[in-house]
């Protein structure tokens, strides 16, 4: 089975590409975020037509996050247990579009779009900490509960948890950006403490191999992009993968989102 994680930046900006790579991709399950659309303007006839069942959850034009699966799609939830909400000032807070739970082919898939933080002293960092630390409460609990559960937790997780992930970490630092903060780097390192294992960096280690990469000052082409994007396996999970890859070609090219799909190979 193959299945992968993918931040398409505005699902209906880029259908044709979308629907392009599923069909030269072989995909077997995708995990996305930001569709940037709402349930009613969804383009499930995409997926449908090309042997997809899919469940999405969106609520505006920001956010959203989808799962396409042509190995069943069961068990469908929209946000994980407790998930944080998020008012600005504290003001009117609401449950954001940024997670989806389905099981498909006996594996339990989460799309995960992690809050981005926006800068080290905003109130959205530490929105971003505890949606991270409830989700690790329960992936800790799941694989507690059941050793043998199959989970992935796939996304854009918005962290580079290690100085190889971004191109140019003093840059980082001298800047006091986000995405490489210790409390954010702890919060990843939490989901490992409990078990969950990146499986695609052993087989795209870095440096140099980045997910993302900004649409400004030519970040593609200059080869300065981030590792944010991750596949985290639960132990039972991690034992079955065979291969993973970063499909940086899918970066290039007119309309191209600023992510690359993460895809994982799993053994029957």
Not at 15 to 32: F, G, K, M, T
Not at 105 to 113: A, I, N
Not at 146 to 167: C, Y
Request: glycine share 8%; charged share 25%; aromatic share 10%.
């Amino acid at each position: 089975m193959k299945i992968a994680t993918w931040n398409v930046n505005s699902l209906r900006a880029r259908a044709d590409r979308v629907e392009a790579w599923l069909q030269r991709s072989d995909c077997d399950v995708l995990a996305i975020q930001e569709t940037k659309c709402k349930d009613e303007n969804f383009p499930w006839e995409l997926f449908e037509n090309n042997g997809y069942e899919v469940a999405h959850f969106g609520l505006s034009q920001w956010n959203g996050v989808a799962i396409a699966s042509r190995v069943g799609l069961d068990d469908v939830e929209r946000t994980f247990p407790d998930q944080p909400v998020f008012g600005k000032n504290g003001k009117d807070p609401v449950q954001e579009a940024r997670a989806i739970g389905a099981t498909c082919g006996g594996v339990r898939v989460w799309s995960l779009y992690v809050p981005n933080g926006r800068a080290l002293n905003d109130e959205h960092m530490p929105y971003k900490l505890s949606w991270l630390e409830t989700l690790k409460n329960h992936a800790q609990g799941w694989v507690t509960a059941d050793p043998e559960t199959q989970i992935a937790l796939m996304g854009d997780w918005n962290i580079a948890p290690q100085d190889e992930d971004v191109w140019d970490i003093e840059y980082f630092r001298t800047e006091g950006l986000t995405h490489v903060s210790e409390p954010e780097r702890a919060a990843f390192r939490a989901f490992e403490d409990a078990g969950y294992q990146d499986v695609v960096r052993p087989h795209a280690p870095g440096p140099g191999v980045y997910t993302y990469w900004d649409y400004t000052q030519l970040r593609f082409p200059k080869k300065e992009g981030m590792r944010i994007d991750f596949v985290m396996a639960s132990p039972a999970l991690s034992s079955r993968v065979t291969g993973a890859v970063i499909d940086r070609e899918e970066r290039k090219g007119k309309g191209a989102s600023d992510h690359a799909p993460v895809i994982v190979e799993l053994a029957d």
